[in-house]
């Protein structure tokens, strides 16, 4: 199974680069992590900022592949424990699927992107920079990735 995180915005600050770098370095032999990033819609005075999410929605979907498991990234999705996170990798695995993380603009997912996900996953009730969710999000992938092949790397 490979994994795709498709996150729309460009040039992580080089220290969130780096630390996304090494746990996709982690992540390499058990889950190969792609990163595919989506350029922002236009906001600001005078734009319109749904117009700007439907458009980041648009990429988005344009950059799924037709059969992959899908995982929204949004606040109003299922909280899961670092355990829960690893009995989802295991499902995911036995469904022979690839999958693919997603992480939408400043406003959110469009609804597009929400009705196409096959799950949403809430990080928990933080509003955290989307740049720092790439990072969590590799970290707790690595992290279900040990819990899995029962490597110490947990300790809870």
């Not at 390499?28 to 236009?42: A, C, Q, R």
């Not at 597009?112 to 096959?118: C, F, G, K």
Request: hydrophobic share 45%; aromatic share 6%; charged share 25%.
């Amino acid at each position: 199974m490979r994994a795709r995180l498709i996150a729309v915005g460009e040039r992580m600050p080089a220290w969130v680069a780096e630390g996304f770098a090494e746990y996709r370095k982690r992540l390499s032999h058990e889950l190969p992590l792609e990163l595919i990033e989506i350029k922002p819609g236009t906001r600001g005075k005078g734009r319109d900022d749904v117009r700007a999410t439907l458009d980041e929605g648009v990429a988005i979907l344009a950059a799924l592949p037709r059969d992959i498991h899908v995982v929204a990234l949004d606040g109003r999705g299922k909280t899961w424990s670092s355990e829960d996170l690893a009995q989802q990798l295991e499902q995911w695995r036995m469904g022979g699927r690839d999958i693919a993380f997603l992480i939408g603009g400043p406003d959110g997912h469009a609804p597009d992107v929400l009705a196409r996900a096959d799950q949403r996953w809430s990080l928990g009730p933080l509003t955290l920079p989307h740049m720092l969710v790439r990072l969590v999000l590799a970290e707790q992938l690595y992290r279900a990735t040990t819990l899995v092949a029962g490597h110490p790397y947990h300790r809870a």
